[in-house]
């Protein structure tokens, strides 16, 4: 199917019809600021994006069809790819300047339909809003429509990034008014209005009453060092609410409002703690080579590669050992100890997929780690600082 030929719609307006009541009651949304969007015409929509269901949430307090800009991720499996098709979706490749899309936003808002995107290139992980990429401001001028920011506030905390189960609590989603920029607005002016106008910390947004279970359940992804101690991979969870370091023997207590304390101590937001993983002194050379000068800062446990031979289809490469060195990464096959080596100059972005997949996106293809056992967000962090070290910067965005 042609998944950049635009839908009739019939079936989001059904769903719409039939689901918007269901899913305000649900999940406790609540639309503020929804005068200020015009009930017609093309319009630029920019938001956070911390849930997974944002752009349905965003939707069904609107009530009206809007088309968005998504990762390709979510179109490999087809009955998905139909669905997220009907539902005004088109794909987007993480790390390029993706033009065939860019071409398609295009059309959409030349047709009189409003566009969703988030500017952030993906969920962020702790409650707080990300950078927003510099590529916005170009497509804001291309599209030459007015510009409304959207703000969900308790989106987090109803379903964290990193958790393995969702929760239940109210979510606000604040429209701003619409605001027009011309080609000759620089850029960092169109970013700045955009980051002030998605800007959210749901660490400290106060919720009342959050229902769920197993509030520790996937934190590990987030707290990838001991907080303590500081050992790398060190922490289980225990029971659901605690989590433990193997090292030090320390406990947390965890809850539902996305907090965290040592037994009997007050309770911090997990960012506080989330923001103590990454110190420049501790990302140190493993082993460096005597021969190449090449330094090793971070090993993986056991890994399987994929690539991408076509899309949708992923191909099995093997499973051995990635390793983040100063040049790149390099992976090693552990049945017959071939090597790939992925330099920095020649990929394009990287990401996390499914939390469970650390992503690089090269030229013509990309190279997908599945990490079942260590934390992804971890191979991010040591990745982007390792990079930007050796002056490599990212060619995509």
Known sequence: MDLFKPPKLYFYRLLLFTLQPFYVRIFRLHGEGLENVPREGPLLFVANHSHLLDPFFIGAVLKRPVFQM?????????????????????????????????????????????????????????????????????????????????????????????????????????????????????????????????????????????????????????????????????????NGDTIACRGCGKTWEVNLHCHMREPGGTWRPIKEFADLMFRKDEIVPIETSRDTGETVYLQSKATTLYNEPRYPRLKKI???????????????????????????????????????FFQIVLDDDIARFEMKSESCYKWETFYDYVRKKGGFREVGE
Request: with cysteine; net charge positive; aromatic share 10%.
């Open 70 to 238: 998504a990762s390709n991720e979510f179109f490999r499996k087809p009955l998905m790819r139909r669905f997220m098709w009907a539902m005004g979706a088109f794909p987007r490749k993480k790390g390029f300047v993706d033009f065939k899309s860019i071409k398609y936003a295009i059309q959409v808002v030349k047709r009189g339909h409003p566009l969703f995107i988030y500017p952030e290139g993906g969920r962020n992980w702790d409650g707080e809003t990300l950078p927003v990429l510099k590529s916005t401001a170009k497509l804001v001028k291309l599209l030459k429509v007015p510009l409304v920011t959207v703000v969900s506030r308790g989106n987090y905390l109803v379903y964290p990034r990193w958790a393995d189960e969702k929760r239940k609590s109210d979510i606000e989603i604040v429209f701003s008014k619409p605001v027009t920029f011309d080609k000759s607005t620089p850029d960092d002016v169109i970013i700045d209005h955009i980051q002030r106008g998605i800007d959210n910390n749901d660490n400290y947004t106060e919720r009342e009453h959050i229902s769920g279970k197993k509030p520790a359940g996937g934190l590990t992804r987030l707290l990838w060092r001991c907080p303590s101690c500081r050992l790398l991979e060190g922490l289980e969870e225990i």
């Open 318 to 356: 093997g499973t051995g050992t990635l390793e983040l060195t100063s040049r790149g990464l390099r992976f090693v096959i552990r049945k017959t100890g071939e090597i790939r080596f992925f330099k920095f100059e020649d990929i394009r972005g990287r990401s996390t997929e499914r939390n469970t």
